[in-house]
């Protein structure tokens, strides 16, 4: 079945360490989003990639980072977790920028 | 002002009734306006796209459009329990971040 694809699923994480959250879609789509979900906050664009080898900061990239390496994969990068980065992330794709997103079943991170 | 408001609710309606939906955005030049719903514990769904002024309907969805007032809404008619959901207004942007999300406006359908 075509879609975004997390993993893991949630994860429970010393602060401190580093982690890589995982994202993949088979729909080759051009762009690709990653969110935070926070209560009282909604969701929050932390970075984004219009098109393999490209990325772009969001309303709160500090403390993360991305790479596109190809259409499929967008991995999403904690260097050194701290516990205000606990929270639901959500991974997006869709065919070209501006267009309706499709999102993947979210990761539920805690930094403890 | 905020980029994207939408009233946190909830909102709650009876089954059968109209729920209707708000969403007000900032900058004038958005051409493009999308509805999600998200069940609790669940990701966003695409429900609703609406890109010109007036009304689209998909089947019990209504999404009206008023560009001069800045206004998108969500009619959802006869109401049933499954609604029941936050619903998300998003809307794009052709600089700086590349999307932005309302808030989310709770609704509960009452059996």
Wanted: net charge neutral; with cysteine; proline share 6%.
């Amino acid at each position: 079945i075509a879609g975004i694809t997390q993993a893991p699923t949630s994860q429970i994480l010393a602060a401190g360490r580093r982690m890589t959250l995982r994202c993949t879609q088979d729909m080759r789509h051009n762009a690709m989003y990653w969110y935070r979900q926070d209560l009282g906050l909604g969701l929050r664009l932390i970075h984004y990639s219009n098109t393999a080898g490209t990325t772009g900061k969001g309303e709160v990239p500090d403390g993360y980072s991305v790479s596109r390496a190809n259409t499929d994969d967008f991995p999403l990068t904690l260097a050194s977790a701290v516990p205000s980065q606990t929270s639901v992330y959500f991974c997006a794709s869709s065919p070209e920028r501006n267009q309706p997103q499709h999102f993947g079943d979210g990761t539920r991170l805690s930094i403890l | 002002q905020k980029e994207v408001e939408q009233n946190s609710g909830p909102l709650s309606v009876p089954e059968g009734a109209i729920a209707s939906l708000n969403c007000t955005y900032s900058d004038r030049g958005s051409q493009s306006f999308f509805w999600y719903r998200q069940y609790s514990g669940k990701s966003p769904e695409l429900i609703m796209s609406i890109y010109s002024n007036g009304d689209k309907e998909d089947g019990r969805f209504t999404a009206q459009l008023n560009k001069a007032s800045q206004y998108v809404s969500l009619l959802i008619r006869d109401s049933q329990p499954s609604d029941s959901a936050t619903y998300l207004c998003a809307v794009p942007r052709d600089y700086g971040q590349n999307f932005v999300f309302g808030p989310g406006t709770r609704l509960s359908v009452l059996p």
